[in-house]
């Protein structure tokens, strides 16, 4: 028996599920999104999921234009910070997929087993638009659930995501407001914000530069000294708080730290929000 598809409840349909998967994804990353972006993003998966429209290809082949499909979705939601973000976006979010997929599938079978559609990697629903819309919600629901039941108790606050920029290129990474931070450049009194130098390796000048500065330390397990330098701009993306910081240096670090990338300062969360 052949399977109808409605193109109109196919697009309706997969924009809010895209919403509601790259919304799940943003809170897993903890990183701030634009509504509007993600809107945009979610009515372009919504278009590609005409795919499943055209005959069957290869499996190898639909896998490849899925992963295609994911990464244009995830550039146009969070915009592009690098290979490395841009890897753990994509990874995030084909998470989110799995974990939806799997409760979707859960809920399906037991209200009602039958009229599903795969094909090239892309899955329909031969049910009413409200119906499927509401099962997304509650399994978004469930997927914060688990973020926060598996390790995201930390207080909102004191996670966030900063973007520096220097000579017109800008680097993106997950910080955390460390209150044993108190690194102040030397000479200028300015806080530090101490950050994995492959988070901000395009960025960092060069050897011979005057921008560099020696930003010492001192931890329980030892002293030392870190190479810094001070970027044209660092912006602070805290919850609902936008919060420019025009003056602070980036103290590079070889090693990374747990859940993120940067060590910040608590003193830079003082400045004026932008």
């Known amino acids: 028996?052949?399977?109808?598809?409605?193109?109109?409840?196919?697009?309706?349909?997969?924009?809010?599920?895209?919403?509601?998967?790259?919304?799940?994804?943003?809170?897993?990353?903890?990183?701030?999104?634009?509504?509007?972006?993600?809107?945009?993003?979610?009515?372009?998966?919504?278009?590609?999921?005409?795919?499943?429209?055209?005959?069957?290809?290869?499996?190898?082949?639909?896998?490849?234009v899925k992963l295609l499909m994911s990464v244009c979705i995830v550039l146009l939601a969070f915009r592009f910070h690098g290979i490395r973000s841009l890897v753990r976006e994509t990874a995030a979010f084909y998470v989110m997929n799995f974990a939806f997929a799997g409760?979707?599938?859960?809920?399906?079978?037991?209200?009602?087993?039958?009229?599903?559609?795969?094909?090239?990697?892309?899955?329909?629903?031969?049910?009413?638009?409200?119906?499927?819309?509401?099962?997304?919600?509650?399994?978004y629901l469930i997927i914060r659930l688990v973020n926060r039941i598996t390790g995201r108790q930390m207080p909102k606050e004191l996670f966030c995501r900063i973007v520096v920029s220097r000579a017109g290129v800008s680097c993106s990474c997950?910080?955390?407001?460390?209150?044993?931070?108190s690194l102040?450049?030397?000479?200028?009194?300015?806080?530090?914000?101490?950050?994995?130098?492959?988070?901000?390796?395009?960025?960092?000048?060069?050897?011979?530069?005057?921008?560099?500065?020696?930003?010492?330390?001192?931890?329980?397990?030892?002293?030392g000294v870190l190479q810094a330098f001070r970027p044209d701009q660092m912006t602070i993306y805290s919850g609902k708080r936008v919060i420019s910081v025009p003056r602070v240096y980036i103290a590079v670090s070889k090693i990374?730290?747990?859940?993120c990338d940067a060590l910040l300062n608590p003193d830079l969360l003082q400045k004026t929000s932008g």
């Open 103 to 139: 409760l979707m599938l859960a809920l399906w079978y037991f209200l009602a087993p039958q009229g599903l559609v795969i094909r090239n990697s892309i899955v329909y629903f031969n049910i009413s638009p409200v119906l499927l819309i509401l099962l997304a919600a509650v399994c």
């Open 174 to 181: 997950t910080a955390r407001v460390d209150t044993g931070n």
């Open 1 to 64: 028996m052949k399977q109808t598809i409605y193109v109109d409840v196919l697009v309706a349909v997969n924009f809010f599920i895209n919403y509601f998967l790259l919304l799940a994804t943003s809170r897993f990353l903890a990183m701030p999104v634009r509504r509007g972006r993600l809107a945009a993003a979610s009515a372009l998966g919504a278009f590609l999921s005409l795919f499943i429209l055209l005959p069957d290809v290869p499996a190898f082949l639909s896998l490849a």
């Open 256 to 259: 990374g730290f747990d859940g």
């Open 184 to 223: 102040r450049e030397p000479f200028s009194n300015e806080p530090v914000a101490v950050v994995r130098k492959a988070a901000v390796e395009r960025i960092i000048p060069p050897e011979n530069s005057l921008n560099l500065r020696l930003v010492p330390f001192h931890t329980v397990s030892g002293s």
